[in-house]
């Protein structure tokens, strides 16, 4: 059972528009949920993260909305770059659990 | 600040046999969790360690320990090798309760 889903496998974006991953999950005893990026042969890199308390966090380009009735995360990036072009992946975690719950990914390419 | 560090960066290894991969993790963390991520999927969440001790395990057989030294550092060792175990082996630290984990590049396994 996938608690947690990216349901777009990839996403092409034209440079400086926006662009918008999503992520859903069903377990609602997550609290905390974070974005990482993923070049080919190079280790998953923070890029940031939100607590159930929150619905909005805002780093730079980046913004992560948090809907807690719908179950549902979007990571939008703002203006696109070319170097943002890699794999995004949402992950989540329940308090004291220790562990991550991690998607299976969205190929982000952004077209110059 | 030297990041997460793993070793072997590859490593091919045969049916039946055992392997042992390193990783020290980032400067003034004590925390260690261990990640599978099989080709076209999410990291699979493995085992934490913290204070020497396992802490948290997910979903994967006895064939798969680990150990954490005093100086923080960590191994996984996986016995009787299946063809099945051949992925991306991923390292990550944090400190304490501080909920976010940075990750390693990662160790990968084939299993001929």
């Known amino acids: 059972d996938q608690q947690v889903k990216q349901n777009s496998p990839s996403l092409s974006v034209q440079e400086g528009r926006i662009s918008i991953l999503n992520c859903d999950y069903t377990n609602s005893m997550f609290d905390y949920f974070l974005w990482y990026k993923k070049y080919p042969a190079e280790g998953p890199t923070f890029l940031i993260s939100?607590?159930?308390?929150?619905d909005k966090n805002e780093d730079g380009r980046f913004t992560v909305f948090l809907n807690k009735s719908a179950k549902h995360l979007s990571l939008h990036i703002v203006p696109s770059q070319p170097g943002d072009s890699a794999v995004y992946f949402c992950a989540a975690s329940e308090g004291g659990t220790y562990k991550y719950i991690f998607g299976t990914g969205t190929r982000l390419k952004v077209l110059a | 600040d030297a990041g997460v560090t793993q070793s072997p960066t590859h490593l091919i290894k045969t049916r039946g046999q055992q392997v042992t991969l390193r990783c020290s993790p980032k400067?003034?963390?004590?925390?260690v969790s261990w990640y599978q991520q099989a080709l076209g999927q999410g990291p699979q969440f493995i085992f934490q360690y913290y204070e020497e001790e396992e802490r948290q395990r997910g979903n994967f057989p006895d064939r798969f320990s680990g150990h954490q030294f005093p100086n923080y550092s960590s191994e996984l060792n996986v016995n009787a090798l299946l063809l099945g175990d051949s992925a991306l082996y991923l390292c990550?630290?944090?400190?304490?309760?501080?909920?976010?984990?940075?990750f390693g590049p990662g160790t990968r396994l084939l299993v001929l």
């Open positions: 939100i607590s159930s308390i929150k």
């Open positions: 990550a630290s944090n400190q304490g309760a501080e909920e976010t984990q940075y």
């Open positions: 400067s003034g963390h004590d925390t």
